[in-house]
């Protein structure tokens, strides 16, 4: 299948021994360093993330549920120019999602009216809140952080897959692969001039003091909120309180009284201004959503509401991030900006639709098919690789219930050169950049979370699937010597009012 | 900025239960020497003996297995359902650490969760001398967690683990003492009478205190001298007087800190000012077990006042 014929992002079409040639050195970097040697560094990587406690719960597993996400050694680069239409792209579509939450939720439904999403997409749609629905957030915006999933076919061509827009993870694995990197491959970076990614945290801190409710307070209080240490991404949640310097509570720790919403010190009360939550809608205030959540803090929508504290990413989101909305991006990127997208979506068939659905069950094994509202892996359909059972079983279950489902061609995604059992070998990748939305603007990190596929042919990346990652380097433009090294792919935009 | 409630409370719990797993290991390796070295085999009296220091005895018997030395060892150290052993005491120092992480540094963390991972699926300890070589690692570990800590920033958070594990040594020595007397002493002896040499010895193994014992009195191996060194003498870290001592200094410090003061500084000011008029002779006369029953208590109350002081939730 697509293995024989994708594009790798090292070695091109012409494999190791004619790699494009940008990545000669890199090439030459992966064919002179014994894979024993290779083997070993990942090793020791591994070794320090068991020790950091860097694991995560596979759902499902009980027993010894802590694993880590295997790591691998060879990284994957982005050039300068590829970076520089890349992040374009992501300040694009990450301003147009939040025009679109903006229209949906507190503005006029523009978008419903002028008939370019049909309305019982919207109103019917699981995902859309109407407990929120009037209000706007601090600052009017919704979707602070973003994580936008990508896959490539060739050099030019990147698709989104999928926009994170609740509460998206992995920005750890971002910037603990780094850490690993620099200590067991220095050569590379004195080899190659990769933009600095540890700024992440700094920024992710100016982005929630950017958006503090009310008249500019000096020092808000700013707080990373968990559902606590059994959650499966508890690890990254501790790393980003840790790396910003603030609290990391849990709901226990929270109490809301005439609509300010306080943490419980041993000093007493301590008003919270902004609350980065980890913490799905759902079990966000059991007196507006699911009010048999143990998760949740009382009254915090009603201050929200109120307008005394900012809720990173704002609740109801996920109207905009679902996979059925996903289908309308390339439209409404088209509405709010006025151009046309500069990323791509990956063609999708709304299984909602009459000819799609036929286009589909017609086509099963060539299709990968998806639940609209599905994540993790789960509840997907890889086409190709599947056997006749599971094709009948989602034969059956998309006649039954087509509105639950899109279906999107199976792509030849690019690979990269990753440790394998036989040495290094191509691998199928994916890419989730993590964009920044504060008052001031938008905020592309130069980096990212790679997620390989590590069994031969794999398309399937999600580490509850056994994917794993790698690190992202993003080259930087070479400067003439004494300029400053400036921070390389950063790109800053204004947001749209 | 303030300390979250529940952070502090998890500190404190931290501390208590790496000293804990500490002690364990300690009163262990005592005890495997005890009945390996002694001329007189202590057998099962000294395994009886380290149940009862720990509080487990009653447990132990109900699990129906018999007092040997690797069904007790094994109770001790690896028993998932012994909410004292020692893999029990690292599971739940490293499920607060871990509740807990942005207040710790990475060095504290991974000390914890090294400790954790080296035990957590141990099955069986092993003969002596891998006993005595899985206690001795445990108080590597523990020493590792402890330097750690003193090298984090000298604030709550480190002075909180410390209060937690100063609070945690002065129980341990004090039910070590008094388990450890009543054994110590046949019925009908007095004390100063006959006594076990190797067992006045195992007691200041167990703390660590052979050689300090050599430093501070000449006088050679008497009871009165090792009730002495385990409850007055500042000197010795482990002793009631240094833990009662660490307590105070720990609590003024959190108060200049947090302004937060209270219940607790009184009973442990109080608590400091007796002990530095409390003469061991006197002790003896007005019976061991009585004083060390009431200190027992007091260190309960003080705890819970330490809770309450600290809004622990």
């Known amino acids: 299948m697509a293995a024989a014929k994708a594009f790798d992002e090292i070695w091109g079409h012409g494999g190791p021994d004619a790699p494009r040639a940008e990545f000669a050195a890199l090439a030459e970097w992966i064919a002179s360093t014994p894979p024993e040697e290779l083997a070993r560094r990942q090793q020791s990587a591994e070794a320090t993330f068991r020790q950091l406690g860097i694991t995560f719960a596979v759902y499902g597993e009980s027993e010894a549920a802590e694993r880590i996400i295997p790591f691998d050694i060879v990284p994957r680069v982005f050039l300068p120019g590829e970076w520089k239409r890349l992040s374009e792209g992501l300040v694009q579509r990450v301003d147009a999602i939040n025009a679109f939450?903006?229209?949906?939720?507190?503005?006029?439904?523009?978008?419903?009216?002028?008939?370019?999403?049909?309305?019982?997409?919207?109103?019917?749609?699981?995902?859309?809140?109407p407990e929120v629905n009037g209000i706007r957030p601090p600052h009017g915006i919704w979707a602070h952080i973003c994580g936008i999933d990508l896959v490539r076919t060739g050099p030019d061509d990147f698709f989104v897959l999928e926009d994170n827009a609740r509460t998206p993870s992995g920005v750890?694995?971002?910037?603990?692969?780094?850490?690993?990197?620099?200590?067991?491959?220095?050569?590379?970076?004195?080899?190659?001039?990769?933009?600095a990614v540890d700024s992440y945290s700094d920024l992710l801190l100016e982005t929630m003091r950017s958006v503090t409710p009310g008249p500019g307070k000096s020092r808000p209080v700013c707080v990373v909120l968990t559902p606590g240490h059994f959650n499966s991404a508890y690890y990254e949640h501790s790393f980003l309180a840790d790396s910003m310097g603030i609290e990391l509570v849990e709901a226990a720790d929270l109490v809301v009284d005439d609509d300010i919403v306080w943490m419980q010190t041993i000093a007493g009360r301590v008003q919270v201004d902004v609350i980065y939550r980890r913490i799905d809608d759902d079990f966000l205030d059991p007196l507006t959503f699911r009010p048999d959540?143990?998760?949740?803090?009382?009254?915090?929508?009603?201050?929200?509401?109120?307008?005394?504290?900012?809720?990173?990413?704002?609740?109801?989101?996920?109207?905009?991030?679902?996979?059925?909305?996903?289908?309308?991006?390339?439209?409404?990127?088209?509405?709010?900006?006025?151009?046309?997208?500069?990323?791509?979506?990956?063609?999708?068939?709304?299984?909602?639709?009459?000819?799609?659905?036929?286009?589909?069950?017609?086509?099963?094994?060539?299709l990968v098919v998806k639940l609209v509202d599905g994540s993790g892996g789960y509840g997907m359909l890889v086409g190709p690789t599947a056997t006749k059972e599971m094709i009948e079983a989602f034969r059956a279950a998309l006649i039954a219930e087509p509105h639950r489902y899109i279906a999107q061609p199976t792509l030849a995604l690019s690979t990269v050169p990753t440790m394998s059992e036989k040495g290094v070998a191509p691998r199928h990748v994916d890419f989730r950049p993590f964009v920044l939305t504060g008052s001031h603007g938008v905020q592309v990190v130069p980096g990212g979370l790679t997620r390989v596929a590590l069994r031969e042919g794999s398309l399937v990346v999600n580490s509850s699937q056994g994917g794993g990652t790698k690190d992202s380097f993003v080259l930087m433009e070479d400067v003439p010597q004494g300029q400053s090294q400036g921070d390389g792919g950063m790109q800053q935009t204004q947001v749209g009012s | 900025m303030l300390m979250l409630s529940r952070t502090a409370a998890a500190l404190y719990w931290l501390g208590r239960y790496v000293e804990r797993a500490d002690f364990q290991?300690?009163?262990?390796?005592?005890?495997?020497?005890?009945?390996?070295?002694?001329?007189?085999?202590?057998?099962?009296?000294?395994?009886?003996?380290?149940?009862?220091?720990?509080?487990?005895e009653e447990a132990f018997e109900a699990t129906g297995q018999e007092m040997t030395q690797a069904n007790v060892v094994r109770f001790l150290t690896l028993d998932e359902d012994n909410p004292g052993s020692i893999v029990r005491c690292l599971d739940m120092a490293r499920n607060n650490a871990k509740a807990v992480r942005t207040a710790l540094t990475r060095e504290s963390w991974t000390a914890i969760n090294r400790a954790w991972l080296l035990f957590h699926n141990r099955r069986n300890p092993g003969g002596p001398t891998a006993v005595l070589n899985m206690v001795e690692s445990v108080k590597a570990e523990t020493r590792g967690f402890e330097g750690a800590v003193r090298r984090m920033m000298h604030n709550e958070a480190t002075w909180l683990i410390q209060l937690g594990a100063a609070i945690e040594r002065a129980d341990n020595t004090a039910r070590l003492l008094?388990?450890?007397?009543?054994?110590?002493?046949?019925?009908?002896?007095?004390?100063?009478?006959?006594?076990?040499?190797?067992?006045?010895?195992?007691?200041?193994?167990?703390?660590?205190a052979v050689t300090a014992y050599r430093w501070l009195y000449s006088e050679g191996l008497s009871s009165a001298n090792v009730i002495d060194l385990l409850i007055s003498r500042f000197e010795l870290p482990r002793s009631l007087a240094a833990c009662v001592d660490e307590?105070?200094?720990?609590?003024?410090?959190?108060?200049?800190?947090?302004?937060?003061q209270g219940e607790a500084d009184r009973m442990a000011r109080a608590r400091l000012m007796r002990i530095q008029k409390t003469r061991t002779s006197d002790i003896i006369v007005a019976g061991l077990h009585e004083y060390l029953g009431a200190f027992i208590k007091e260190n309960a109350l003080l705890d819970s006042a330490i809770a309450r002081q600290f809004r622990f939730i």
């Open chain 1, 101 to 129: 939450l903006e229209d949906i939720y507190s503005g006029d439904q523009r978008i419903v009216k002028e008939g370019i999403i049909p309305p019982e997409l919207i109103y019917l749609n699981e995902q859309f809140r």
């Open chain 1, 172 to 195: 750890s694995y971002m910037l603990e692969n780094r850490e690993a990197m620099i200590r067991l491959c220095p050569e590379l970076f004195r080899e190659f001039r990769v933009a």
């Open chain 1, 293 to 366: 959540s143990l998760l949740g803090v009382p009254g915090l929508i009603s201050a929200y509401r109120a307008g005394n504290v900012a809720i990173i990413n704002a609740p109801g989101n996920g109207i905009a991030d679902d996979k059925a909305i996903y289908s309308y991006m390339p439209e409404i990127v088209r509405f709010y900006s006025g151009g046309e997208a500069k990323l791509p979506n990956v063609e999708t068939y709304r299984c909602r639709e009459p000819d799609a659905l036929q286009y589909t069950l017609d086509n099963l094994d060539q």
């Open chain 2, 25 to 56: 290991a300690r009163l262990i390796e005592a005890t495997v020497r005890l009945d390996a070295l002694s001329a007189r085999p202590a057998g099962e009296a000294a395994w009886r003996s380290a149940l009862s220091v720990s509080y487990t």
């Open chain 2, 178 to 208: 008094d388990v450890k007397y009543h054994l110590l002493l046949p019925e009908g002896e007095v004390v100063g009478g006959t006594m076990d040499r190797d067992q006045w010895t195992t007691i200041l193994q167990t703390v660590s």
């Open chain 2, 247 to 260: 307590v105070v200094t720990l609590l003024s410090q959190l108060a200049r800190r947090t302004g937060l």
